[in-house]
Nanobody, 120 residues
Framework: QVQLVESGGGLVQPGGSLRLSCTAS????????MGWYRQAPGTQRELVAV??????TNYADSVQGRFTISRDNANTVYLQMNSLKPEDTAVYSC???????????????WGQGTQVNVSS
């Protein structure tokens, strides 16, 4: 059983910063990639940032230069969000493409999401 648990969401004023964390736990052999997505009310879920196993990163144009994705040496991925704007308000969810068995293909797992509200 694999679990992803996010933390760090909350209310912040425009221009402020937040740091989200997501920790994967369970019978994990290897994590290939971890990423952050977000979904605002009435919209589709969109990619925010992804960190691949080779260390490469990819960001949505809307957050490029303001958000930074990183990962520790274990199973935690972070999203540092600076210069936040009201349009960044959304539920932020992390995911991980990981292996629980060497005889099966990697599988994608999701966290439950954490709310980020940017408002004055």
């Amino acid at each position: 059983q694999v679990q992803l648990v996010e933390s760090g969401g909350g209310l912040v004023q425009p221009g402020g910063s937040l740091r989200l964390s997501c920790t994967a736990s369970g019978s994990i052999l290897r994590i290939d990639a971890m990423g952050w997505y977000r979904q605002a009310p009435g919209t589709q879920r969109e990619l925010v940032a992804v960190l691949s196993g080779d260390g490469s990163t990819n960001y949505a144009d809307s957050v490029q230069g303001r958000f930074t994705i990183s990962r520790d040496n274990a199973n935690t991925v972070y999203l540092q969000m600076n210069s936040l704007k009201p349009e960044d308000t959304a539920v932020y969810s992390c995911n991980a493409d990981l292996r629980t068995s060497w005889t099966q293909l990697p599988s994608r797992h999701w966290g439950q999401g954490t709310q980020v509200n940017v408002s004055s």
